[in-house]
């Protein structure tokens, strides 16, 4: 608990981002996480608005609870300030644009573009 309850969040460096961050995945991949998080993916069916109605709640909260220890506010504007601080880092930080990744894949849908025209179809462009 490094940071105090009170105030603003200091800004974190990026190995101390990279710290939380891995806090952060690691907390999805505890087993009663892990578990909410499949039943709201069961619940959304891959269906983007139902995902915002079902996952990202709960997504959002598991976040919360490792992010408040670091002194950002444990509602969804901490979070928000969480990933705009990320976010920042992603460009200079190869490891934190991986681990960024990650999360996101963990809370959004693959996406699947449906097929356009006469193409194929099955053919992805890399």
């Not at 961050?21 to 983007?48: I, S, T």
């Not at 959002?60 to 408040?68: A, L, N, R, S």
Request: charge should be negative; aromatic fraction near 6%; hydrophobic fraction near 45%.
């Amino acid at each position: 608990m490094a940071a105090s309850a009170q105030g603003p969040a200091a800004p974190l460096s990026a190995e101390q981002a990279k710290v939380v961050l891995g806090e952060v995945l690691k907390a999805f991949g505890a087993p009663e996480n892990a578990q909410r998080m499949e039943e709201a993916r069961d619940n959304a069916c891959n269906d983007m608005g139902k995902m915002l109605q079902f996952l990202l709640p709960v997504a959002t909260q598991i976040q919360q609870d490792v992010i408040k220890a670091y002194g950002f506010s444990s509602d969804g504007e901490g979070v928000l300030k969480f990933a705009r601080l990320i976010k920042s880092y992603e460009a200079q930080d190869p490891e934190i644009a991986s681990m960024s990744g990650k999360l996101k894949a963990m809370f959004l849908p693959p996406m699947t573009l449906p097929p356009h025209g006469t193409g194929t179809g099955g053919v992805a462009a890399s």
